[in-house]
């Protein structure tokens, strides 16, 4: 199954990174594999991330992004802000991380953008 454009699959396989792109009723997805988390913030070191992808991606923005295990952060031992409910995904119980795009340039945004995001929310969780 092929969820993503062939520029957004070079671009993941350019960084190394493992993923699968997958379909359920109709969602096309991608789970990045292993994600490594920023160290001492979280109570796993690498989580697999799923991002949907909309119809008409890449010139439709993906908005949120889930994550497996679910994280805490260390040391206050809780979710991040707006990470703590569920979303059931390939028969998998999701940590839904609520972090909306609104600067998604059609044409010139793809997985590197999502990618970046899903760093940077990482990064800065509180």
């Known amino acids: 199954m092929t969820a993503l454009p ?11 990174m493992r993923f699968d792109e997958i379909e359920e ?3 096309k ?3 990045l594999r292993g994600v490594p988390l ?14 949907l992808l909309p119809a008409g991606y890449p010139d439709v923005a993906p908005d949120m992004f889930y994550a ?5 952060l260390v040391p206050a031992n809780r979710y991040p802000n707006t990470a703590d409910q ?9 940590q839904r991380w609520s972090r909306h795009n ?15 995001r899903v760093e940077t929310a990482l990064a ?3």
């Open 68 to 72: 497996l295990p679910w994280l805490r």
């Open 25 to 27: 009723g109709g969602q």
């Open 102 to 116: 609104d600067a998604w340039r059609s044409g010139v945004d793809g997985i590197w953008t999502m990618v970046k």
């Open 38 to 51: 920023p160290a001492g913030r979280f109570d796993a070191a690498a989580a697999d991330i799923l991002i």
């Open 124 to 126: 800065v969780a509180a």
């Open 29 to 31: 997805a991608v789970i």
């Open 86 to 94: 569920p979303f059931v995904f390939g028969s998998q119980n999701w």
């Open 6 to 16: 062939s520029k957004c699959r070079r671009y993941l396989t350019g960084r190394n």
